[in-house]
T-cell receptor, first 112, second 114 residues
Framework: GAVVSQHPSRVICKSGTSVKIECRSLDFQATTMFWYRQFPKQSLMLMATSNEGSKATYEQGVEKDKFLINHASLTLSTLTVTSAHPEDSSFYIC????????FGPGTRLTVL | AQSVSQHNHHVILSEAASLELGCNYSYGGTVNLFWYVQYPGQHLQLLLKYFSGDPLVKGIKGFEAEFIKSKFSFNLRKPSVQWSDTAEYFCAVKPYGGYQKVTFGIGTKLQVIP
């Protein structure tokens, strides 16, 4: 099946710094990738839809200036959490879609 | 907009017991339906999916799900669970169409006791 990778799997940073998370589709091309946050005991929350070669589409309530998304190629999308704060600590998951969404392993971000 | 509800948030079963996890969705049109599984410490994996055709869908590891359009349901079943089925299960729905978004249920945590 389709494989999606994320890097890093875990990151700890200081408040005020920026963190970049990479999402790659390893064996297929994805014109569309998605970024989610997963909160404990809650469902996946879609943050934004990343479209190759164009601007990302953000869900209501998600700050586009804080969560910068770049979809530079058909196999790579990046999420940069700018000026991270402790409330940004979460589990971030990307997915890439053919006719089905395939998920990356997630990135655990902890902001101190 | 579509929504998904999973009725059981935490299910505990003994090995060899039968499993049925409920999933209902709200959307008036044609949908694609999915069940994903997240094993402890691992990422979400596709268990099975329904696009069209036979409403009884068979997935990996002996799981199956039945789409009942009149009930807007897509319940997941397994006749005999194993300890290795301990995981969190997410139902998801996507309206038919290339650019539609997938909506996930809140998840059901299944704990299988040896």
């Amino acid at each position: 099946g389709a494989v999606v990778s994320q890097h890093p799997s875990r990151v700890i940073c200081k408040s005020g710094t920026s963190v970049k998370i990479e999402c790659r589709s390893l064996d297929f091309q994805a014109t569309t990738m998605f970024w989610y946050r997963q909160f404990p005991k809650q469902s996946l929350m879609l943050m934004a839809t990343s479209n190759e070669g164009s601007k990302a589409t953000y869900e209501q309530g998600v700050e586009k200036d804080k969560f910068l998304i770049n979809h530079a190629s058909l196999t790579l999308s990046t999420l940069t959490v700018t000026s991270a704060h402790p409330e940004d600590s979460s589990f971030y998951i990307c997915s890439a879609r053919t006719d089905t969404q395939y998920f990356g392993p997630g990135t655990r971000l902890t902001v101190l | 907009a579509q929504s998904v509800s999973q009725h059981n948030h935490h299910v505990i079963l003994s090995e060899a017991a039968s499993l049925e996890l409920g999933c209902n969705y709200s959307y008036g049109g044609t949908v694609n339906l999915f069940w994903y599984v997240q094993y402890p410490g691992q990422h979400l994996q596709l268990l099975l999916k329904y696009f069209s055709g036979d409403p009884l869908v068979k997935g990996i590891k002996g799981f199956e799900a039945e789409f009942i359009k009149s009930k807007f349901s897509f319940n997941l079943r397994k006749p005999s669970v194993q300890w290795s089925d301990t995981a969190e299960y997410f139902c998801a729905v996507k309206p038919y169409g290339g650019y539609q978004k997938v909506t996930f249920g809140i998840g059901t945590k299944l704990q299988v006791i040896p």
